[in-house]
């Protein structure tokens, strides 16, 4: 059973453009919700993180937005480059236990110039 | 700091052969997982430790063995290769909380017949 369901599989956004990924889950002791991109032949790496006390993160052109009654997280790239063309996972973990993060399907953007 | 090393990058097995797929990460880090990522199911844990000597189950670990004897490595064992064990997997780290920022290695690609 996936833990945090994450949307669009795809998404093709043209160059300038917004891009938006939407994540939600289920379990009320998650508190560290992660953003991960990962480029082909690579692995994952950290883009960006937010903790459910706020509401909000921003660095540069990406933002968490994090809606904590609705138990739902969205990532947002605005000005959308070619070279942000990656596959985003979504991600969380709980204050119980060893902190394992777990993750969303992920989402494949492809940016078009 | 090379950070998180897996070997080898790329792996064919026959049905019924067992192989160790290799991590060392060199950042001292207690917390070491290993993931499996397949087509439209994300990064799902197969084991994980947050020590040496201390190792635990993740969320689909039938088929898979782990040993941690030192901090360094993490070595995943497959006694007994099946076609469903065809996947990418990624060794990650991490420091103990609160940094909870998993470092993921270049993942080995696997390929079972």
């Known amino acids: 059973q996936q833990q945090v369901k994450q949307s669009p599989q795809s998404l093709i956004v043209q160059k300038g453009g917004i891009s938006i990924i939407n994540c939600a889950y289920e379990?009320?002791?998650?508190?560290?919700f992660p953003w991960y991109q990962q480029f082909p032949g690579k692995g994952p790496a950290l883009l960006i993180a937010?903790?459910?006390?706020?509401s909000e993160k921003k660095e540069g052109r990406f933002t968490i937005s994090f809606n904590k009654s609705a138990k739902q997280f969205s990532l947002h790239i605005m000005d959308s480059q070619p070279g942000d063309s990656a596959t985003y996972f979504c991600?969380?973990?709980?204050?119980?236990?060893?902190?394992?993060?777990?993750f969303g399907t992920g989402t494949r953007l492809t940016v078009i110039p | 700091n090379a950070g998180v090393t897996q070997t080898p990058k790329f792996q064919v097995l026959k049905t019924g052969q067992s192989m160790t797929l290799q991590c060392a990460q060199d950042?001292?880090?207690?917390?070491m997982s290993w993931y499996r990522q397949d087509p439209g199911m994300g990064l799902r844990l197969i084991h994980y430790?947050?020590?040496?000597?201390?190792?635990d189950q993740g969320e689909v670990p039938n088929g898979y063995n782990v040993s941690r004897s030192t901090t360094e490595d993490f070595p995943l064992r497959l006694l007994s290769a099946a076609p469903s064990q065809t996947s990418v997997y990624f060794c990650?780290?991490?420091?103990?909380?609160?940094?909870?920022?998993?470092?993921f290695g270049p993942g080995t690609r696997l390929l079972v017949l």
């Open positions: 991600a969380a973990s709980d204050q119980t236990g060893a902190n394992n993060l777990f």
């Open positions: 937010i903790r459910p006390d706020v």
């Open positions: 430790s947050v020590g040496a000597g201390i190792t």
């Open positions: 379990n009320t002791a998650f508190d560290y």
């Open positions: 950042m001292n880090h207690e917390y």
């Open positions: 990650a780290s991490r420091q103990d909380r609160p940094s909870e920022t998993q470092y």
